[in-house]
């Protein structure tokens, strides 16, 4: 079956790293597109980063451009997001996803897999 697993996820201090990967099992990522996406309480998913399928086109959201870094190894058939100077309102449950695609990434909702998130929390 076609799976999405997302791991590194946990509780970390304000400035504080994480480095999230997703893992994809029964179908290889070298055709899609990855996202990244996160949902706070009370507000709607927001995309944080995206990846082309190569590796050669990348997006970020404003919130998180100098802090956040995108990557892949589709050897590993995973795809990786470091977070660095951490912020509390960086907390959310963080997604991966994955879009049919080559050479072009986006930010949008619309994606072909889901995995269950994952649950990153930034607090002293």
């Known amino acids: 079956q076609l799976q999405l697993v997302e791991s590194g996820g946990g509780l970390v201090q304000p400035g504080g790293s994480l480095r999230l990967s997703c893992a994809a099992s029964?179908?290889?990522?070298?055709?899609?597109?990855i996202g990244w996406f996160r949902q706070a309480p009370g507000k709607e998913r927001e995309g944080v980063s995206c990846?082309?399928?190569?590796?050669?086109?990348?997006n970020y959201a404003n919130s998180v451009k100098g802090r956040f870094t995108i990557s892949r190894d589709n050897a590993k058939n995973t795809v990786y997001l470091q977070m660095n100077s951490l912020k509390p309102e960086d907390t959310a449950v963080y997604y991966c996803?994955?879009?049919?695609?080559?050479?072009?990434?986006?930010?949008?909702?619309?994606?072909?897999?889901w995995g269950q998130g994952i649950q990153v929390t930034v607090s002293s």
């Open positions: 990846i082309s399928n190569s590796g050669a086109a990348t």
């Open positions: 996803a994955a879009r049919y695609g080559r050479g072009w990434c986006t930010l949008r909702t619309e994606n072909d897999h």
């Open positions: 029964g179908f290889t990522l070298d055709n899609y597109a």
